[in-house]
């Protein structure tokens, strides 16, 4: 070691040196590498290992296989349940010993797979306690809980005679390289795995839809494929990107109001557990975010968490906070990544699910093809023996004395009959022959024999018409799957559009806005309490803020902050109002004219400084004020005394100037100076009514021509709601109140319309009719059919005619037409109505209204009164509308 310098290392040149090394030391056979090459020679074998150890974690862990959709773990563990399988359930830690055959990695891992395949409720038949992916519970131990394969993991998953084999990692068995898997598995289970440098989130599809996709891909018909959840709850995909890379989903859960003091969540976003959006509401109520009473968890079968409000809270803006604030809205970014050919592959689902259909229909005509094979050796041996036991070829061997000349004699007595036959007799055949039992050839039925023949023949008829048909074999696989295992399926997450929730309009006023004019300070913090209140807000809201010279700015809302000294106004600002209007009068200038403006400001940079002045030196704001609503009152103004200046007092109408734009310099009021500004009288809005829309979509108000017209309101006008479980209520036009799940539609409330609605008395099981006028009842819900009866439809015609097609023993019966508005009279949403026939009706159907003339003259007035009185009202009701302001409840 002498003769090696300091800064050497011995480095083996290969393994069997290093042995060498121990027993001798440093050797000329040895490499003398200096420090630099040492750091060289180790970077190599990092770089090796990583990329070894990156590559196993992908291909081996964490990704899906595109041709079955499972991770080895997944494929060993469902592979060691196969070989398991009789029908009964297995302890959980036996299956998991089981697997670890196969499986090098621990219990634990195996562990936790089996149990997320049996929550997944598709490819495992469990037994026990297995967690509950609602509450977050986790399962109870392996040792307690029992499991076995589906019926539909056994019908779609194993085939032995298409499965490509391979040695398990200690090479004492045999598991598959992928399992022939007859099914869009991946998309049905979903996938979320993190490997090195890339990861895989493939979320889980319906499986109904699944199936009817690969029916239409096959029929070759267009398909579309969106996420559906084991946790239900509402889903807006409008950038789902097929799922790939960049793409994104928003989920929600589904919250109804019980009253306006109680909210209850039924459903919850996926990955989320009551546990967790609890612990989210508790804080955003702590923050200040929202106000609530409490919360009840009465999840069980079903998630119900029951959300308790103050009195003074509004359950719709509560709505939209826990959306904004809480677990109850989650965004998720799908990333689908699979293994094909030992590599990562960036795929989108639509491609998945085209492959996988391809793989099915592949593997199908796979096995189709070895049971063609199957058929025509079962056919060949059959003829073999009936021709060796008809022909009593069996005789000839009898003075034989070798086996090689049992063969060649019984070969020679087939030559004759070789050409009935579909291939060559080999050597196994005749071996085959010779194996059969004197029982079998004494009891041999000749009938028997060609009867099983003709059915191989018709079998392999039937498989050839498949392999020449593959495509139609395939659509009948898929479609027998659904019919088979579809039951129950059924999607569980409404697809729906959300609307954008800003949270700084729906997040409760949880501070106390304050102003120190002079000084210029301003702010939410303990130090500003002893300065002037401006108003309620919360700690995410803009703020605008004026000074004296017409300077202005908006700004995030602070502890405490500096403006500029001499503020003039401050206030909350509301980004992209046009309704908020600002009436100022200004001196341009400090010697210049008095202008007056009314401007909007809807959005600008915030923390930058505008001017609502023209902004030259001098210029000071005489007066402005701030209307929500764009009202403009009217000012008395007193001009400064000067010669020839024979007017002193005048008015200035805000109401007579055009709004404009934030950067215009407004119009010239006067030249003079003023001494004083007097209000005179507050004006009403100039703004007239605002137009409202309905977007069907995400049942919302809008102001943004989103969906249908329901009209221009102003002031204390209405909405009237109809819903499909026979309630209607009226509500304000606030464009961030929820509408129910069940709305039949809502219109522009008119007191005098009149509604006519059809039901059906179950217990007489006769059709009713009955008309009303709705009553103003602020969310307040009125029942206009009972809930024991049943609603047919309802109708908002003035004059409506129905046609009565009659049923049951009547149904030949020529169908009657009635005048609603001679029949019956209009009372109130709670009177019975009156019944529209005696006979059974199979259908009642809405035609076109009638136009009327008003009776003027009181003969027709006293003649309609009468008619009316006579009237006795019964009833039940019904519901439809849609062209001619007509609607149909289905």
């Known amino acids: 070691m002498s003769e090696i310098e300091e800064n050497e290392t011995i480095v083996p040149v290969d393994a069997a040196a290093a042995s060498e090394v121990a027993e001798q030391g440093a050797g000329s056979k040895y490499a003398r590498l200096t420090g630099e090459a040492v750091a060289h020679r180790l970077t190599g074998m990092y770089k090796d290992w990583f990329l070894d150890y990156a590559s196993y974690v992908i291909l081996e862990r964490a990704v899906p296989h595109l041709d079955d959709g499972l991770k080895p773990v997944q494929r060993r563990i469902l592979h060691s349940m196969k070989r398991m399988d009789d029908g009964r359930y297995n302890k959980v830690a036996n299956i998991i010993g089981f697997t670890m055959q196969f499986h090098p990695h621990g219990d634990a891992s195996i562990g936790d797979a089996l149990v997320q395949l049996g929550q997944k409720d598709l490819l495992v038949d469990t037994q026990g306690n297995w967690g509950n992916i609602l509450t977050g519970d986790s399962a109870a131990a392996p040792r307690y809980i029992e499991a076995r394969l589906s019926k539909l993991a056994l019908d779609v998953v194993f085939n032995p005679k298409t499965t490509e084999w391979m040695l398990s990692y200690d090479g004492r068995n045999q598991e598959p390289v992928t399992l022939p898997v007859k099914f869009p598995l991946l998309l049905a289970q979903g996938v979320e795995g993190i490997a090195v440098g890339l990861a895989s989130k493939i979320l889980p599809h319906n499986f109904i839809e699944l199936l009817e996709a690969s029916v239409a891909y096959l029929k070759g018909e267009e398909f579309t494929l969106y996420p559906d959840f084991p946790t239900g709850g509402l889903i807006d995909c409008s950038r789902y990107n097929d799922g790939m890379r960049g793409g994104a989903v928003k989920v929600r859960a589904r919250i109804t109001k019980l009253d306006r003091k109680t909210l209850v969540i039924s459903e919850i976003p996926y990955g989320k557990s009551t546990s967790t959006v609890i612990d989210s509401i508790l804080k955003a109520n702590e923050k200040g975010k929202i106000k609530i009473k409490r919360v009840d968890d009465n999840t069980a079968a079903n998630v119900e968490i029951v959300v308790h409000l103050s009195g003074d809270v509004s359950p719709d803006k509560t709505i939209d906070a826990l959306y904004a604030f809480t677990d109850c809205e989650v965004s998720i970014s799908p990333?689908?990544?699979?293994?094909?050919?030992?590599?990562?592959?960036?795929?989108?689902?639509?491609?998945?699910?085209?492959?996988?259909?391809?793989?099915?229909?592949?593997?199908?005509?796979?096995?189709?093809?070895?049971?063609?094979?199957?058929?025509?050796?079962?056919?060949?041996?059959?003829?073999?023996?009936?021709?060796?036991?008809?022909?009593?070829?069996?005789?000839?061997?009898?003075?034989?004395?070798?086996?090689?000349?049992?063969?060649?004699?019984?070969?020679?007595?087939?030559?004759?009959?070789?050409?009935?036959?579909?291939?060559?007799?080999?050597?196994?055949?005749?071996?085959?022959?010779?194996?059969?039992?004197i029982k079998r050839i004494s009891r041999y039925d000749a009938f028997r024999a060609d009867e099983?023949?003709?059915?191989?023949?018709?079998?392999?008829?039937?498989?050839?018409?498949?392999?020449?048909?593959?495509?139609?074999?395939?659509?009948?696989?898929?479609?027998?799957?659904?019919?088979?295992?579809?039951?129950?399926?059924?999607?569980?997450?409404?697809?729906?559009?959300?609307?954008?929730?800003?949270?700084?309009?729906?997040?409760?006023?949880?501070?106390?806005?304050?102003?120190?004019?002079?000084?210029?300070?301003?702010?939410?913090?303990?130090?500003?309490?002893?300065?002037?209140?401006?108003?309620?807000?919360?700690?995410?809201?803009?703020?605008?803020?004026?000074?004296?010279?017409?300077?202005?700015?908006?700004?995030?809302?602070?502890?405490?902050?500096?403006?500029?000294?001499?503020?003039?106004?401050?206030?909350?600002?509301?980004?992209?109002?046009?309704?908020?209007?600002?009436n100022v009068l200004y001196r341009d200038g400090l010697k210049g004219a008095i202008m007056m403006k009314r401007c909007a400001i809807k959005g600008i940079t915030r923390d930058r400084e505008y001017d609502i002045t023209k902004g030259e030196a001098g210029s000071e704001v005489l007066y402005m004020s701030v209307n929500p609503n764009g009202e403009a009152e009217t000012l008395k103004i007193y001009f400064k005394p000067r010669p020839r200046l024979k007017k002193l007092i005048t008015d200035l109408n805000f109401g007579d100037l055009v709004i404009k734009g934030r950067q215009s310099q407004g119009n010239l009021f006067s030249r003079y100076a003023i001494h004083k500004i007097v209000m005179k009288e507050r004006g009403a809005s100039t703004l007239g009514g605002q137009n409202v829309w309905f977007d069907h979509d995400i049942n919302r108000l809008n102001t943004e021509e989103r969906g249908e017209l329901l009209g221009e309101f102003v002031g204390d006008d209405r909405l009237v709601v109809f819903t499909k479980d026979a309630q209607y209520y009226t509500s304000n036009y606030d464009l961030g109140q929820h509408f129910p799940e069940n709305l039949l539609f809502i219109e522009k409330y008119d007191p005098e319309k009149i509604y006519t609605v059809v039901y059906i008395d179950r217990e007489q099981g006769?059709?009713?009719?009955?008309?009303?006028?709705?009553?103003?009842?602020?969310?307040?819900?009125?029942?206009?059919?009972?809930?024991?009866?049943?609603?047919?439809?309802?109708?908002?015609?003035?004059?409506?005619?129905?046609?009565?097609?009659?049923?049951?023993?009547?149904?030949?019966?020529?169908?009657?037409?009635?005048?609603?508005?001679?029949?019956?009279?209009?009372?109130?949403?709670?009177?019975?109505?009156?019944?529209?026939?005696?006979?059974?009706?199979?259908?009642?159907?809405?035609?076109?209204?009638?136009?009327?003339?008003?009776?003027?003259?009181?003969?027709?007035?006293?003649?309609?009164?009468?008619?009316?009185?006579?009237?006795?009202?019964?009833?039940?009701?019904?519901?439809?509308?849609?062209?001619?302001?007509?609607?149909?409840?289905?």
């Open 335 to 437: 990333n689908a990544c699979v293994i094909e050919d030992k590599k990562p592959l960036f795929i989108g689902v639509s491609d998945m699910l085209r492959r996988s259909v391809g793989h099915t229909k592949g593997l199908l005509k796979r096995e189709l093809e070895i049971r063609l094979g199957e058929l025509n050796e079962e056919w060949h041996m059959s003829s073999l023996e009936r021709i060796f036991i008809e022909n009593r070829i069996y005789n000839s061997i009898e003075e034989c004395t070798t086996w090689e000349g049992v063969l060649e004699t019984i070969d020679r007595e087939l030559t004759p009959f070789k050409a009935q036959l579909r291939r060559e007799v080999t050597r196994e055949d005749i071996v085959k022959l010779t194996e059969i039992k």
């Open 452 to 582: 099983q023949i003709r059915n191989i023949e018709a079998e392999i008829a039937e498989v050839e018409h498949h392999l020449a048909t593959i495509t139609d074999y395939t659509i009948a696989y898929y479609q027998n799957i659904l019919k088979k295992h579809g039951k129950g399926r059924e999607r569980k997450t409404e697809i729906r559009s959300f609307d954008t929730i800003e949270a700084a309009k729906v997040v409760v006023a949880n501070a106390k806005l304050y102003v120190n004019r002079a000084e210029g300070f301003y702010g939410i913090g303990a130090g500003m309490k002893k300065e002037e209140f401006v108003c309620d807000c919360s700690d995410i809201d803009d703020v605008i803020i004026f000074n004296k010279q017409g300077k202005y700015v908006i700004t995030k809302v602070s502890e405490k902050a500096f403006f500029s000294k001499n503020i003039l106004y401050i206030g909350v600002f509301k980004r992209n109002d046009d309704r908020t209007i600002y």
């Open 766 to 890: 006769l059709h009713y009719i009955k008309r009303f006028q709705a009553e103003q009842c602020d969310q307040r819900p009125q029942q206009f059919v009972e809930p024991e009866n049943e609603f047919v439809t309802l109708n908002g015609d003035k004059y409506p005619v129905v046609k009565l097609q009659y049923g049951g023993k009547y149904n030949e019966r020529s169908p009657e037409v009635v005048d609603a508005d001679e029949f019956i009279g209009v009372k109130s949403h709670r009177a019975k109505g009156k019944r529209l026939s005696n006979l059974t009706l199979a259908e009642v159907v809405w035609l076109e209204p009638l136009r009327k003339e008003p009776e003027t003259d009181a003969a027709a007035m006293e003649a309609v009164a009468t008619t009316v009185t006579d009237v006795e009202v019964e009833g039940e009701e019904s519901v439809s509308l849609g062209e001619d302001n007509q609607l149909e409840l289905f």
